[in-house]
């Protein structure tokens, strides 16, 4: 059972940084592609940034400049480095990765989603 937890919402102030966080867990062969969304009330959920498993980074265009994305392949985790945040910005933010499960014949490629973690940019 493959997992993915977040970790590093809050509240901070207009102009204030956090970094998020997203471990992936339990049993799988591979994770492709692993980054952000976001949703805010009454919206839709829009794609942050996403970096895949050879360091290619793509990000949206409101986030450019401010927010960064990483990955730590050794440890099955991506970051996100949210800085000049905005209150624009506040959202519930969602790990999501495509995991390749088995290295076996077949299909065994999966899309996972974090629970989400709470942003709110504040004064």
């Known amino acids: 059972q493959v997992q993915l937890v977040e970790s590093g919402g809050g509240l901070v102030q207009p102009g204030g940084s956090l970094r998020l966080s997203c471990a992936a867990s339990?049993?799988?062969?591979?994770?492709?592609?692993m980054g952000w969304y976001r949703q805010a009330p009454g919206k839709q959920r829009e794609r942050v940034a996403f970096v895949t498993s050879g360091g290619i980074t793509t990000s949206a265009d409101s986030v450019k400049g401010r927010f960064t994305i990483s990955r730590d392949n050794a440890r099955n985790t991506v970051y996100l480095q949210m800085n000049s945040l905005k209150p624009e910005d506040t959202a519930v933010y969602y790990c999501?990765?495509?995991?390749?499960?088995?290295?076996?014949?077949?299909?065994?490629?999966?899309?996972?989603w974090g629970q989400g973690t709470q942003v709110t940019v504040s004064s």
């Open positions: 999501n990765a495509d995991i390749t499960v088995d290295a076996g014949p077949g299909d065994h490629e999966y899309d996972y």
């Open positions: 339990g049993s799988f062969f591979m994770i492709n592609a």
